[in-house]
């Protein structure tokens, strides 16, 4: 059974910094892709950055030059280092891993960027 957990949301001020982290249940090269989306009250679910199991890395156009996506296979867990944090980025954000006949979800974790 595929686990994803994410962790690392809260509450930071605008400008702040948090470093949220997916943890898989296994190798996270079982994925082709790992995708962390986020959705907003009322608002539908947005991507938010993609790493493939190739290392190769991409952002949507409202993260660029803040978010950082990146992986430690050694520990199973993928992160997304969220700086300059701006109140629009408050959302649950949520890990997910793809392979060639699959789609797994982890739970979600809120971030609120208030101040």
């Known amino acids: 059974q595929v686990q994803l957990v994410e962790s690392g949301g809260g509450l930071v001020q605008p400008g702040g910094s948090l470093r949220l982290s997916c943890a898989a249940s296994g190798s996270i090269f079982r994925f082709y892709a790992m995708i962390w989306y986020r959705q907003a009250p009322g608002k539908q679910r947005e991507l938010v950055a993609t790493?493939?199991?190739?290392?190769?890395?991409s952002y949507a156009d409202s993260v660029k030059g803040r978010f950082t996506i990146s992986r430690d296979s050694a520990k199973n867990t993928v992160y997304l280092q969220m700086n300059s944090l701006k109140p629009e980025d408050t959302a649950t954000y949520y890990c997910?891993?793809?392979?060639?006949?699959?789609?797994?979800w982890g739970q979600g974790t809120q971030v609120t960027v208030s101040s």
């Open positions: 790493i493939t199991s190739g290392g190769s890395t």
């Open positions: 997910n891993g793809r392979t060639s006949g699959q789609n797994y």
